[in-house]
């Protein structure tokens, strides 16, 4: 690994990753709120994954009834704390906002939810209450958003909850896997908390093997394991020191102090997705001279959204497009990557590798014909948002309440 | 969900949050949308011999973005059959047996016409009769309306009329068009009403085309004066319910009227005494959903009912001696000196001007100044800059009624005026 001193001071560093959207003061949130036009069928709300009543909750923002409005959010979305913070807006509710078509910025819808769901964090207000006990229990693999937005709804209809996960900490990418300028673990394991509050019971620490043993003594069993490790990138070099995978080197930013985090002077973020995005904003935030996205194919091919690239820019990081990594190079440290480009064999000196090329599928075998099986989020969807995984959560926990009796709402 | 039940002069209905009557209440498909999205009760569209509307009905006032601040409309009661009116209104009943429905009546001034409407409503099941004694446009030009709400006399005779056949509340619409709304109040208490319910809408011109110069809303160059309604109303409709409801006579249940959209509204009026809630021109512009809102804001009514009403009071019984002083939140301060342009040219003058340098305040209160009016914290754009602080004093309480009989002492006050020419002062 990198053992150069991280060069900025530790109040840059709390700039540097301070919210990256602030929170609305009250004035502006009033403001904001109540140029809403509360449309009928609203496209903000067909547009979110967990389908928000937002016009509901700005009016209740506008009328003074947070706690109301938290409540609208919450029960739609029970990670309704960190979409409002992470989630691709400018793609989803917010992109979808007929203020758009008057030429106008759409209402700042994120921030509206911030405001009012801040509240629910900052006052302890408990919204929900564990539905009568059914005496039926289930199993929840993996305490991300898909599995605890599970548990929520399940915990509220009555059914006992047992969730297994892995980390030491439940949360899943929220606390380990977000880019820290846009959410903290403080704030996700908060969110997490108040889940946990309605009754659930978490096992961290444990890797599940098998279903197996789960089914037989569970009712259910709901599977929410995400994905795996970053993919390799199968070339000469990938395992000298100084090649780190995108994922680890996020994590390790969010469990330690940030000047804890080994940062190279020069630094290449391999792959242009959201996550490479993640990597590549928070390596120059740490301190890197350089932080340059290297891609092998074209600008206009990058999977992640035009916003992130744009952020990417904003923070002065490069962009290398066309360019297919050969190999690292280096003797016992990164010394640079060995790019084919159109032009033929280039060397992009650099003293740090950050690869993020997208995750594998873990290897546990889901029996998905078994109807006391349900799955959600990343490892069923291939890997999306925040808001997409409580949104099978949410929709999972219908459907075993469903088949453990209840009325599956 | 909090327990919002109200029984209102006898009528049930599972919250107090009715739709006023309008054309939101025109037909069985309204009124069972209305209730099926969680409103508690309905007061139908005033039946009476069908009518016939002019095309072009309702004029808007806009308040910069806000679209429909005020409303108002020349639009007349049901231009549908008297028949299918009933026969709808019973067809909710029946199948909303909990919900209240009201009809409400207008006919003409015949004791025989009001019998013969009266008994064919009872025959409905509806819960209750409204008596429409204040649309103030059109109907009113037949003798009906506010014609009649606007004459104690009047008002108290079709009351008494009404009450010889009715044997379901009777709730009397009272219009704002008068010099003093308690006269008419007592009348329809004499005549025997079970209820009130206020305001009507407002004698209104809403604006003049100046291209045309057509007033608003226009139909074929010309227009008529109409109800003014919406959120523009509300003080007035608050402060009428006020009087009606601290009137030692009065003393019957009052359902409050005027520009009621939020919670908050609906919970301003509870407050003054209202007990059921009518509201109309905000569902006309965003729909029966905003009942949702009406109910999520209240967690129990019982306990804010008429809390207001014994402070509301007369002028002359306010202390004296009760000071304020404006005081400027400088970290808040985002220095766009609207306070100081509104205190000196708009009230006393009591704002004095920093020079902008170095980012530090550039506005102050001048204390020996300020009569602590709240101008400044009204025009003030950013929540709680200016807040108005209270200034003890060691002289006992004096209202201007002690005073003026010679009784108390007034503790000194802000003397300071800008007598001085213009251009001399700082």
Redesign the interface.
Known sequence: MIDAPVPLSNEQLERNFADIAPPL???AA?LEA??CL?C?DAPCTIACPTHIDVP?FI??I????LR?SA?VILEANPFGHSCARACPVEVLCEGACVLNDRDEQPIKIALLQRHATDVVLERKLRLFEPGPNTGKRVAIVGAGPAGLACARDLRRHGHAVTVFEAQPQPGGLNTYGIAEYKLKADVALAEVQDILDLGVELKTGVTVASLEPLLASFDAVFVGIGLGSTKRLGIPGEDLPGVVDALTFIEHLKTHPYRETAVGRHVVVIGAGNTAIDAVTQAKRLGAATATIVYRRGERDMPCYHYEYELAKHDGCGFRFNAAPQRVLGNGAVAGLEVRTTSGTETIPCDMVIVAIGQQERSLVVPRTDPRVFVGGDCANGGAEIVNAAAEGVAAAKKIDAVLGGKGR | MADLRTNFAGIDSPNPFWLASGPPTNTYGQVAKAFDQGWGGAVWKTIGEPIINVFSRYGAVDLGQNRMMGFNNIELISDRPIADNLKEIAEVKRNYPKHAVIASLMVESKREAWHEMVKQTEDTGADGIELNFGCPHGMSERGMGSAVGQVPDYTCQIVEWVKEVATIPVIVKLTPNVTDITYIARAAVKGGADALSLINTINSIVGVDLTTFEPQPSVAGKSSHGGYCGPAVKPIALHLVSAVAGDPVVKIPISGIGGIASWRDAAEFIALGAGTLQVCTAVMHYGFRIVEDLIGGHRTIADIRGRALPKVTKWEELDLNYHLLAHIDQDKCIKCELCWTACEDGAHQAIRRVPRNNGGPVVEIIEEACVGCNLCAAVCPVQDCITMRQVPNDYAPVTWKEYAAGKGKLAPRSEQFHTATWGTRA
Do not use: E, Q, V, Y
């Open positions: 003061t009250n004035d009033l109540n140029k509360f009928h509901a009016k209740k506008a009328s003074g009834n109301g409540r």
